[in-house]
């Protein structure tokens, strides 16, 4: 598959907001994924814990 | 002291929760009119032009049954689960899964019944010829038991739980697709002049599956609240 | 030595081997999805009926595919949480939700976006897309009600009940859902039939859903091991974790 130029491949034939926004919310997604994920263990790591004695007692985990 | 039988065990549970849900008449009448008045809304949204009326009327009677269904199952456990009756009936003799179908009935009955019967009126609102309408009764008839059947495991899983009608309704309302699809479209069919046994037998057969499944998972859902 | 896998069922230990595994499945999914997406743009010829726009299956496949596949082990986690009773079970299970829901949404975002140029419409009812749509409702369902209840055993047994019931509903639903979008529409249209699929654009669809389990993987490992710190934040092996951090 050769694409003329760059140009002819960011086109996508004419489909290019169809194909490239699916892309592009695809990684948005994914990103955004990783981002909270790793924004969720920063905040673990940064909070004392909490020390009241009982072993596995903890919030109710709904974050992402 | 000799056990209770089965048989009076749940007719007494029937009994029971007929009793106070008569008590609070209001609960039962709202539920029944916000199934009238959802339906009677659709009209003057969407215009009055008849053969547009007909083409909706069995998804907007359907989809209102759906609601008020699922507005009524937030009362099905929560005041015995309030007051301690359902950790009391989780402990008795008889097994938990027949007091649920009981519960079940019992809250079909004032809730459900009631829109079975009042929907050929509300589909004479949409100028539903007279056969389809008796195919709306008997489509009701059998999917509202259903989503009684369904509803119940919802209703279960979120005893106590803040938001419980939102989420109820989150969680339940996916499930109620295929009783939606089926009722719904055994009337459109009758509308049309085609054939509903197709429907109509898929129908049943939810019917029987929410009815061997459903009680089952309720009283596990039930068991996991009270623990 | 006997690999013995129970001993994985304690969080410790899992939490190491996790730590250890997920950046293989990660780097592994990269590298799968560079080459999917290589031959799924340089290498697939364009489509003969839908041009260019056809490329959004390397995408919308392999999410919808993983939807579908997350969900199902998912629910397996919850059966084995269940039965087994085993705390580790049910925190791989909520670790699994948001991914696959994330899946489900790029699923439905992408199959929008094709359908447009395709169909005419962004909203296409056929039946795959509306069961991904009730599937999303069934993910969000299950994180809701998860995070709805406060004590935890009681959240993970409740979720768990909800997500078995949701997997037997899966196909109830989609059947039901296929039965009526045929009878609304006629001829069955399906936004993933490509009878005519050149060889190279199954290859890709093939590797890029590869790279999406291997993601799915990786992220569900690592997303577990947080909310095994957040859950065992009191025990012995976080402190001493925390204490070799510092």
Redesign the interface.
């Known amino acids: 598959?050769s694409?003329g130029s760059p140009e002819a491949?960011f086109a996508?034939?004419?489909?290019a907001?169809?194909?490239w926004?699916?892309?592009a919310?695809?990684a948005a997604?994914?990103l955004t994924?990783?981002w909270l994920?790793r924004r969720?263990?920063r905040t673990?790591?940064r909070a004392p814990?909490?020390?009241?004695?009982?072993?596995?007692?903890?919030?109710?985990?709904?974050q992402? | 002291m000799t056990a209770l039988g089965l048989a009076p065990v749940f007719a007494a549970v029937i009994r029971r929760d007929l009793t106070l849900a008569l008590r609070r008449r209001s609960d039962v009448l709202t539920t029944f009119f916000f199934f009238v008045i959802v339906v009677s809304l659709f009209p003057l949204g969407v215009g009055t032009q008849s053969s547009m009326l007909r083409s909706i009327a069995p998804g907007v009677v359907w989809v209102a049954a759906l609601l008020a269904s699922m507005l009524a199952l937030v009362r099905l456990f929560a005041s015995d689960f309030d007051d301690g009756t359902l950790e009391q009936l989780a402990l008795s003799p008889q097994p938990l899964v027949l007091l649920v179908v009981a519960k079940v009935f019992a809250h079909w009955l004032v809730s459900g019944l009631p829109l079975v019967l009042v929907a050929p009126l509300l589909g004479l609102q949409f100028d539903l010829p007279a056969g389809a309408l008796g195919i709306m009764m008997l489509t009701l008839l059998v999917g509202t038991p259903c989503l009684s059947l369904i509803g119940a495991?919802g209703a279960a899983?979120?005893l106590g739980?803040?938001?419980?009608g939102g989420?109820l309704a989150?969680?339940v309302?996916?499930?109620y697709?295929?009783v939606l699809?089926?009722g719904a479209?055994a009337v459109s069919a009758a509308v049309a002049g085609m054939p509903v046994s197709g429907h109509l037998s898929?129908l049943g057969a939810c019917l029987l599956?929410a009815l061997v499944?459903g009680p089952w998972?309720s009283a596990?859902?039930v068991r996991?609240?009270i623990? | 030595m006997r690999l013995n896998v129970w001993k994985y069922a304690s969080p410790p230990a899992f939490y190491r081997l996790a730590g250890n595994l997920a950046p293989w499945f990660l780097g592994l999914a990269a590298a799968l999805a560079a080459t999917g997406l290589y031959i799924g743009?340089?290498?697939?010829?364009?489509d003969f009926q839908q041009?260019?726009?056809y490329?959004?299956i390397f995408?919308?496949v392999p999410?919808a595919w993983m939807s579908m596949f997350i969900y199902a082990v998912m629910a397996f986690w919850c059966a084995m949480g269940v039965v087994l009773n085993t705390?580790l079970s049910f925190m791989m299970a909520?670790a699994l939700a948001?991914?696959g829901a994330?899946f489900t949404?790029?699923a439905l975002?992408?199959g929008a976006?094709?359908g447009?140029?395709t169909w005419g419409t962004w909203w296409v009812w056929d039946a795959r897309l509306t069961s991904e749509l009730?599937l999303l409702?069934?993910y969000?369902?299950f994180?809701?009600?998860?995070?709805?209840?406060?004590?935890?055993?009681?959240?993970d047994?409740?979720a768990a009940?909800?997500a078995?019931?949701?997997v037997?509903?899966v196909p109830?639903?989609y059947f039901?859902?296929k039965?009526?979008s045929t009878?609304h529409q006629g001829a069955s249209v399906s936004l993933t039939r490509a009878p005519t699929m050149a060889a190279t654009m199954l290859v890709g669809m093939l590797i890029m859903s590869l790279a999406a389990w291997m993601?799915a993987i990786g992220?569900s490992l690592?997303?577990a091991r947080?909310?095994m710190?957040?859950?065992?934040?009191?025990?012995e092996w976080?402190?001493e974790l925390?204490a070799e951090?510092r």
């Open positions: 598959m694409w491949f996508m034939g004419g489909y907001l169809y194909v926004g699916a892309y919310v695809a997604c994914i994924e990783l994920l969720r263990r673990l790591e814990s909490r020390s009241n004695g009982a072993p596995g007692s903890d919030r109710a985990s709904g992402t | 495991i899983l979120t739980v803040r938001g419980a989420l989150l969680l309302l996916p499930l697709v295929p699809i089926f479209g898929v599956i499944l998972a596990a859902a996991i609240a623990e | 743009f340089f290498v697939a010829p364009t041009g260019e726009s490329r959004i995408i919308h999410a705390r909520l948001p991914t994330m949404f790029i975002w992408s976006l094709w447009k140029p009730i409702f069934l969000i369902g994180l809701s009600l998860h995070a709805a209840i406060d004590d935890t055993r009681r959240a047994r409740a009940l909800l078995l019931v949701g037997i509903n109830i639903i039901s859902v039965w009526w009878l993601y992220v690592l997303r947080t909310i710190l957040e859950r065992e934040s009191d025990a976080v402190r925390s951090r």
